[in-house]
């Protein structure tokens, strides 16, 4: 009996030793692959698209393991060259904190610089601050100049938000139906799911444009086709 307790005991630790190992194996880096040395050598020479990339890579783990701390250094790098992309990433890892102690003021002045260099992102993320007040003094005519200048971009998330603030106005900025329309159609025309479906809210209303069933069901078909769930709700209850 001590002898098969013995060999049992042997046999337990035997086997402790070799999962220790293979765990202290597998907690090993693995060698980087040629193309990330490839990388990292472009950006040890400042070249700012490897660094973004390399930036990314490690922001999601992409190729490498996940580091956001990894991430954030390879941005800033990018970011102090000028380069608007890593300049809005700083700002948004500066404001939530990931990869880097979490800072609303710095996340400001990323976005500010990335913003002054028409980066659409940044510019909506400056809007979003100043209408809500996060991280910067609340001023509805700081967050429309800034949501104006995404929407001359084209981006149409702006050109919605745009078109809410006219209509439903946003201290100090009073609503203003002939503008709502303007923005709203010019995200529905580019076929905005959501500029499609509050266009036709605005016909179903008769809210700066004449009301028209006919208008509203259009916009919100080509809504609802895209997947707008308003849409689908408000066709339906035209459509009785």
């Given amino acids: 009996m001590r002898r098969l307790l013995a060999a049992s005991a042997a046999l337990l630790l035997t086997a402790s030793v070799v999962f220790a190992a293979g765990e202290e194996q597998a907690e090993k880096p693995k060698p980087l692959s040629p193309e990330v040395m490839a990388l990292k050598q472009q950006a040890d020479g400042g070249d700012v698209a490897a660094l973004n990339k390399l930036g990314n890579m490690y922001s999601i783990g992409n190729g490498v393991p996940r580091n956001l701390t990894e991430a954030a250094k390879y941005f800033k790098v990018a970011a102090e060259k000028g380069d608007s992309e890593a300049q809005t990433k700083m700002g948004m890892m500066s404001e939530a904190g990931f990869g880097l102690p979490r800072n609303a003021a710095e996340a400001m002045t990323w976005y500010n610089k990335a913003a002054a260099q028409n980066n659409a992102t940044a510019q909506m993320r400056l809007a979003t601050a100043y209408e809500t007040g996060r991280g910067v003094q609340k001023d509805?005519?700081?967050?429309?100049?800034?949501?104006?200048?995404?929407?001359?971009?084209?981006?149409?998330?702006?050109?919605?938000?745009?078109?809410?603030?006219y209509r439903d106005g946003l201290d100090p900025v009073q609503h203003d139906y002939a503008e709502a329309i303007k923005w709203y159609r010019a995200a529905a025309d580019a076929g905005d799911k959501d500029g499609q479906y509050r266009l036709g809210y605005m016909y179903e209303q008769g809210m700066g444009v004449p009301a028209s069933s006919e208008e509203a069901i259009a916009w919100y078909t080509k809504s609802d086709k895209q997947g707008n769930v308003d849409a689908h709700a408000a066709l339906r209850l035209l459509q009785r």
Avoid: M, N, S, Y
């Fill in 140 to 165: 509805g005519k700081v967050a429309v100049k800034w949501f104006t200048a995404a929407a001359l971009q084209k981006d149409h998330r702006a050109e919605v938000k745009l078109g809410d603030i």
